[in-house]
C-alpha cells in the first residue's frame, strides 16, 4: 500500500467500509473492534489521519487529544460501565498495527494489570 493510502479507518470514516459506530462528531469517530479483546471494545479514531499519538502530540493538538478521551469515557459510560480501560498502542513494539492513531477503550471483563 502506498503511504499515502487512506487507512483503514479513513475508509471506515468515510463509509467505504462498514463499522458499528457509536459516535461521530467533527473531531473523531467511535466504532465496534473488528475483533473485540472484551465485551466492551470500541476505537475512537480522529478524523485527521495521524499516524500515531507521537504524530499529533508533536502537531500540537492537545485540545483534539483531550476531546478523544472526553468521547471514550462518554461512550463507556453509554454502553453502562464505570470500570473500563484505554489503550494507545504507539508503535510497532508497543503492539500498534493500524497506523492512524485510536484510543482503545475496553470493558466488561477482568482487565488484568500489567497489561502484556
Ligand atoms: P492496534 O493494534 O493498532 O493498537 O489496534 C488496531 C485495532 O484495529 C485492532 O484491535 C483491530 O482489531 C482493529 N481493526 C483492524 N481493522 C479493522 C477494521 O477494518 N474494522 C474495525 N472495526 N476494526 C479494525
Known amino acids: 500500500m502506498a503511504d499515502d493510502a487512506p487507512s483503514i479507518f479513513t475508509r471506515i470514516i468515510r463509509r467505504e467500509i462498514p463499522a458499528s459506530i457509536r459516535h461521530e462528531d467533527d473531531v473523531c469517530i467511535a466504532f465496534d473492534d473488528v475483533d473485540p479483546k472484551a465485551p466492551l471494545h470500541v476505537l475512537v479514531v480522529p478524523k485527521e489521519p495521524f499516524a500515531s499519538l507521537r504524530d499529533m502530540a ?59
Do not use: C
Open 58 to 116: 508533536a502537531d500540537g493538538k492537545a485540545a483534539s487529544l483531550g476531546h478523544l478521551m472526553v468521547v471514550a469515557d462518554r461512550v463507556a459510560k453509554e454502553a453502562g460501565y464505570d470500570d473500563y480501560r484505554t489503550v494507545i498502542n504507539t508503535g510497532a513494539g508497543a503492539g500498534q498495527t493500524v497506523f492512524h492513531l485510536h484510543v482503545h477503550v475496553l470493558a466488561g471483563r477482568d482487565l488484568g494489570w500489567p497489561p502484556g
